[in-house]
């Protein structure tokens, strides 16, 4: 279950930067030192050795993407990403179900209404953390009728859990 935190935009963006900055390190790193090792250990001096340099650079991306996911995933210092990572993998799913969604919306389904509700906070949240105000600005019209229509029902407008089992009601009840 994914929850919606208050975050500052401005030091999301900058520890963000910082961390892409320190996996680019890595990466570059890795890459320059197995692209020499395999042109060293392969290699023809004086040759081509492309292939060998090619080798080294995608060995050391599989390096890198390992190390962050299984290393550097859990250190506090990632948090931020992490989070980031978490709350877009979120909006996705709520994206890939996107039509059950607005049939379940569109027929006053409480619990469509309310994956809808974390959908619009999380979008929210995600344009603000990227500095993107012209896209949320185009949904805030949106934003705010469904926020009406939730409050002429009756539900609650804070939603900033997603909740699995509302993915798959709102499948179910749209089938």
């Not at 890795?30 to 023809?44: C, E």
């Not at 978490?86 to 309310?114: C, E, F, I, Q, W």
């Not at 185009?138 to 229509?149: F, K, N, T, W, Y």
């Amino acid at each position: 279950m994914f929850e919606i935190e208050a975050c500052n935009a401005e030091n999301y963006r900058k520890q963000t930067r910082r961390i892409t900055l320190v996996i680019a390190a890595i990466f570059v790193v890795l890459a320059l030192l197995l692209s020499s090792l395999a042109v060293t250990l392969f290699g023809a001096a004086g040759g081509d050795n492309f292939r060998w340099n090619l080798a080294g650079v995608l060995l050391a991306l599989v390096l890198t993407i390992a190390l962050v996911r299984f290393k550097l995933w859990s250190l506090p210092w990632m948090a931020p990403a992490v989070y980031g990572w978490r709350l877009k993998r979120s909006l996705m799913r709520v994206t890939n179900v996107m039509h059950h969604v607005k049939a379940g919306v569109a027929a006053g389904d409480p619990t469509a209404m309310k994956l809808l509700r974390f959908y619009h906070l999380g979008v929210t949240q995600m344009y603000q953390l990227d500095g993107n105000s012209s896209d949320l600005s185009q949904m805030l019209r949106e934003i705010d009728q469904h926020q009406a229509s939730m409050q002429a029902q009756g539900l609650e407008v804070s939603q900033p859990r997603l909740d699995p089992a509302w993915l798959a009601a709102v499948k179910q009840a749209d089938n």
